[in-house]
């Protein structure tokens, strides 16, 4: 349970304001069909998140040993400040609207906004934690879809109402907590 609540918790506060949830609100004013947008979101989460939680796993068995959860614990403290800078969507990084839909496009568009995102290498951490693919995979696709639901419903009134500083220094604090935990731990 602890590996689903901290993933969620996690994912969901580092995704407030990340450029995934910005290609949310994008799609969300292009298309103007919520449903498929937020299946293809759901879709490529958890496809990419799968992969992750699971080279996270992977490598936390082939590399295990102190150093190895060292290495893990600073890249949360990392992730934490890397979480501190914003971040920028230019209409240049929107997908095309083709005819192919709302689904397919935002399934693509956000499997590929995802790689190397730091949500997607926290998903990798977090893997490499718990050793628990499945409860990762759930609890940061669970908090994809906290993140960027509302996102796709209200798009730019949601902006307007909520800090993104207030909620990316949270999120900071939460992934910094976890890196300084798993240091104690470790040492």
């Known amino acids: 349970m602890e590996a689903l609540l901290t993933s969620t ?10 450029k995934t949830m910005l290609l949310a609100i994008v799609l969300a004013t292009r298309f103007r069909r919520p449903l498929p947008i937020i299946a293809g979101i759901f879709f490529a989460t958890i496809a990419n998140h799968a992969l992750a939680a699971w080279a996270g796993s992977l490598a936390a068995e082939f590399f295990a040993g ?22 920028k969507f230019d209409d240049d990084d929107a997908p095309a609207v083709t005819s192919r839909g709302a689904f397919l496009t935002t399934l693509v568009a956000f499997f590929i906004v995802e790689m190397g995102d730091k949500t997607q290498l926290a998903t990798v951490a977090l893997g490499a934690q718990y050793h628990d693919v499945l409860a990762v995979a759930a609890g940061t696709t669970l908090g994809m879809m906290i993140a960027n639901v509302p996102a796709v419903l209200l798009g730019d009134a949601l902006v307007k109402r909520v800090s993104l500083k207030a909620v990316r220094i949270a999120a900071a604090a939460l ?13």
Do not use: K, N, Y
């Open 9 to 18: 918790a996690l994912v969901a506060l580092a995704e407030i304001g990340d």
């Open 66 to 87: 102190q150093a190895f959860r060292l290495i893990v614990a600073a890249s949360f403290v990392v992730m934490g400040l890397w979480t501190l800078i914003p971040d």
């Open 175 to 187: 992934f910094v907590a976890v890196g300084a935990w798993m240091l104690v731990e470790t040492l």
